[in-house]
């Protein structure tokens, strides 16, 4: 069965500073990969995904995630955050067979000023 | 222009009461999809279809049917609310789904909020 992981349920950063989400998977074959965004009572916003080919991605609003098989992750890095980054991010796998995605719990950013 | 839209956006109903959600995305795409996200933001797939025809079907209660009359449009019909409904129903929709070859991304509606009392 696939499944996410994503470790961190919450972190704050100042804004400015660099930001890594972690997301680690499971999935059998080769995985697509996806991180949305959700800001407050808002819907899920795609920021970018993997499905083949060069393992850094970038997405909208400066982000971008490198696929590393070898380590099961997808981690969403932006090197300059910015207060508007404030939001809930969900890392999810989904692949062949159905394209029934598999979420993450989320992680909350909190961005100082 | 909305890609995926969902009414109502907000939903306050007694418990055994039964109501409806509605879907609607005008991207010409072929599957659509209900999620639901519990008061902890965790988002679980409910059901899928592709060109009206039920694909996924997850471990939901009965009480709970999906309808498609085109493919453009996706309702859930919940029956006999309980207080576990209570959550923020999305709607997606993709491309491809469905089939051997499912890459293609999921565009999310702003959700509907049920509460229910």
């Known amino acids: 069965a696939q499944s996410v992981t994503q470790p961190d349920i919450h972190i704050t950063v100042s804004e400015g500073a660099s930001l890594e989400l972690r997301c680690n998977y499971s999935y059998g074959a080769t995985p697509y990969l996806f991180w949305y965004v959700q800001s407050p009572g808002q819907g899920l916003q795609l920021l970018l995904k993997y499905f083949s080919g060069d393992t850094l991605v970038q997405g909208i609003k400066g982000f971008e995630a490198e696929f590393k098989r070898s380590q099961s992750s997808f981690n969403l890095r932006k090197p300059s955050v910015h207060w508007s980054d404030a939001a809930e991010y969900f890392c999810?796998?989904?692949?062949?067979?159905?394209?029934?995605?598999?979420f993450g719990e989320g992680t909350q950013l909190t961005v100082n000023p | 222009d909305t890609a995926v839209s969902q009414t109502p956006k907000y939903l306050v109903t007694q418990m055994g009461n039964d109501k409806s959600i509605k879907c609607e995305q005008n991207?010409?795409?072929?599957?659509m999809y209900w999620y639901k996200q519990d008061s902890k933001k965790f988002l679980k797939i409910m059901f899928s279809?592709?060109?009206?025809?039920?694909?996924i079907n997850e471990t939901v209660p009965n009480r709970f049917s999906p309808k498609s009359p085109d493919k453009a449009h996706l309702n859930l019909h919940i029956n006999s609310l309980e207080l576990g409904d209570s959550a923020v129903y999305f709607c997606?929709?993709?491309?491809?789904?469905?089939?051997?070859?499912?890459?293609?991304?999921?565009?999310f509606g702003p959700g509907t909020r049920l509460t229910v009392l």
């Open positions: 999810a796998v989904g692949g062949l067979s159905g394209s029934r995605l598999t």
């Open positions: 997606a929709s993709s491309q491809v789904g469905g089939g051997i070859f499912s890459t293609d991304t999921q565009y």
């Open positions: 991207l010409g795409h072929d599957t």
């Open positions: 279809y592709n060109n009206k025809e039920l694909i």
